[in-house]
């Protein structure tokens, strides 16, 4: 019913900025959150920065400073800008909702993930 589109992923030289897009879309009553996760190979999905519909954000301590979380959840976009990127940011990056459905059920969405390769 739900579904989430990431965008804005590519290869980055090290110090290079990159700005990552998610919008969501079918039966939604509403969002609660929204948030950035990334997995490199043979690594765990980590979270990377979420946002919450009252605006309250959290930051995973690799990226503080220069990842920023941004969007508009009424309108079911989130953004992520990241900058002074480095070659252990590259990964799989996922875009994750908490959604209330129009049928009133709460449960999460994943996008299909876009790639970031920061490298010479």
């Known amino acids: 019913q739900v579904q989430l589109v990431e965008s804005g992923g590519g290869l980055v030289q090290p110090g290079g900025s990159l700005k990552l897009s998610c919008a969501a879309s079918?039966?939604?009553?509403?969002?609660?959150?929204m948030g950035w996760y990334r997995q490199a190979p043979g690594k765990q999905r980590e979270t990377v920065a979420t946002?919450?519909?009252?605006?309250?954000?959290n930051y995973a301590d690799s990226v503080k400073g220069r990842f920023t979380i941004s969007g508009d959840i009424a309108e079911n976009t989130v953004y992520l800008q990241m900058n002074s990127l480095k070659p252990e940011d590259t990964a799989v990056y996922y875009c994750?909702?908490?959604?209330?459905?129009?049928?009133?059920?709460?449960?999460?969405?994943w996008g299909q993930g876009t790639q970031v390769t920061v490298s010479s």
């Open positions: 994750n909702a908490e959604v209330i459905l129009a049928t009133m059920i709460l449960d999460d969405y």
């Open positions: 946002i919450t519909s009252g605006g309250s954000t």
């Open positions: 079918g039966s939604i009553f509403s969002i609660n959150a």
